[in-house]
Every structure is written in structure tokens, then in C-alpha cells.
T-cell receptor
Framework: KQEVTQIPAALSVPEGENLVLNCSFTDSAIYNLQWFRQDPGKGLTSLLLIQSSQREQTSGRLNASLDKSSGRSTLYIAASQPGDSATYLCAPNNAGNMLTFGGGTRLMVKP | EAGVAQSPRYKIIEKRQSVAFWCNPISGHATLYWYQQILGQGPKLLIQFQNNGVVDDSQLPKDRFSAERLKGVDSTLKIQPAKLEDSAVYLC??????????FGSGTRLTVV
């Protein structure tokens, strides 16, 4: 059974900082891994999807890396802004096209 | 493309009552999922459909929860009778065979 851990659970940083969110998973037999953003009281918005054959994906100020063999992924946010404040969720995709979620990292970016 | 539609947006019921949630996935997405997200936790898969067949319902509390996906398109999730611990956000998602999920906005259920 896949288990996903996200560290840190919460993070508060001043505006402009670069930051890294960590995700680890126990079953490395994944097809892909997806990072999501969730604003309070809202659904999940997909940020990045990394296929198992890829090492990283970039979208704007976001960069996600994947080390499948060690069961790790990181989400790098450059030049953080108050609008980045949200919960970030990591979800590897195993056999049967099934996502397993970590507990998330709650990010607060202070002006 | 239109997103995943869910209704209602909010629901408050008393314990032991029944409730139903509705989801309409993105057109052409064969796979549909229902997730339960308790406050402060990540979403937990309840049931996965491939077209109108169940792929995985191992974490669905079958004594009180039921779900169906008639004609392989929209889906309903029902809870009967509800318990206090069922208070959560119920998220519907759909995906293509190649992966990449799209989530709806969710239904926030409060059981009092």
C-alpha cells in the first residue's frame, strides 16, 4: 500500500523567498506524480504532472523534480508571493491510475 | 473544456439522515473517482469507476456509503445513515487513461 509523507507540514516565509516542499512515497512503482494546490474551502488545482520517465517539470515559478528510485519528489517555488499561500499536495499515481495523497504542506507567504 | 461539476456545494444534515452528492466528469474521461477529505488531511479515495464499472471500492464504508455511475457518465455518492465523523469535503475527480486528474470544487458536508 502506497504511503505518502510531506515535509514540512506547515511553512511560513516572507515574500520573495525561494522555497522547497518535500514529498516522499514508499512504493516507487509509479506511473506519474502530480502536485496540486488547494485554497481554503476549494477543490484541488493541478500544478504539475511528472511522468515516471521524467526528472522534472517546470511551469512559471514552479519546478517539480522526481527521483522515482528513491521515492522522492520536490516542489520548488521561486520568488514566493502572498498569492502562493495555500496547501500543496503531492500525489503519486500507481497501478490502476490511482492517486494517493500526502497530508499536504500549508504554506503562508507574508507580505 | 468544461471542468468537473459537483453539487450541492454545501450540505448540513442531522446524524442518521441520508444525503446524496452528484458529479458530472469532463466529457471523454472514462475514469471517475470519489475522495473524502477530512479537515487538515489529504484526500482519501473512496471509490474508483472505469466507465460504469467499479475498479476499487476497498475504502468505501459499504454499510452506509453507496455510489453508482450509470451509463458511464455522471455519478452519485450516497450516505445513509450519516454519522458525525462523515463531516468532510467530498471531492469528485476524473481522468483520461493516460493520467492527469481534474478535480471538482467539492461538496462540504456537515453532520450535526
Amino acid at each position: 500500500k502506497q504511503e505518502v509523507t510531506q515535509i514540512p507540514a506547515a511553512l511560513s516565509v516572507p515574500e520573495g523567498e525561494n522555497l522547497v516542499l518535500n514529498c516522499s512515497f514508499t512504493d516507487s512503482a509509479i506511473y506519474n506524480l502530480q502536485w496540486f494546490r488547494q485554497d481554503p474551502g476549494k477543490g484541488l488545482t493541478s500544478l504539475l504532472l511528472i511522468q515516471s520517465s521524467q526528472r522534472e517539470q517546470t511551469s512559471g515559478r514552479l519546478n517539480a523534480s522526481l527521483d522515482k528510485s528513491s521515492g522522492r519528489s520536490t516542489l520548488y517555488i521561486a520568488a514566493s508571493q502572498p498569492g502562493d499561500s495555500a496547501t500543496y499536495l503531492c500525489a503519486p499515481n500507481n497501478a490502476g491510475n490511482m492517486l494517493t495523497f500526502g497530508g499536504g504542506t500549508r504554506l503562508m507567504v507574508k507580505p | 473544456e468544461a471542468g468537473v461539476a459537483q453539487s450541492p456545494r454545501y450540505k448540513i444534515i442531522e446524524k442518521r439522515q441520508s444525503v446524496a452528492f452528484w458529479c458530472n466528469p469532463i466529457s471523454g474521461h472514462a475514469t471517475l473517482y470519489w475522495y473524502q477529505q477530512i479537515l487538515g488531511q489529504g484526500p482519501k479515495l473512496l471509490i474508483q469507476f472505469q466507465n460504469n464499472g467499479v475498479v476499487d471500492d476497498s475504502q468505501l464504508p459499504k454499510d452506509r456509503f453507496s455510489a453508482e455511475r450509470l451509463k458511464g457518465v455522471d455519478s452519485t455518492l450516497k450516505i445513509q445513515p450519516a454519522k458525525l465523523e462523515d463531516s468532510a469535503v467530498y471531492l469528485c475527480a476524473s481522468s483520461r487513461q493516460s493520467g492527469g486528474y481534474t478535480f471538482g470544487s467539492g461538496t462540504r458536508l456537515t453532520v450535526v
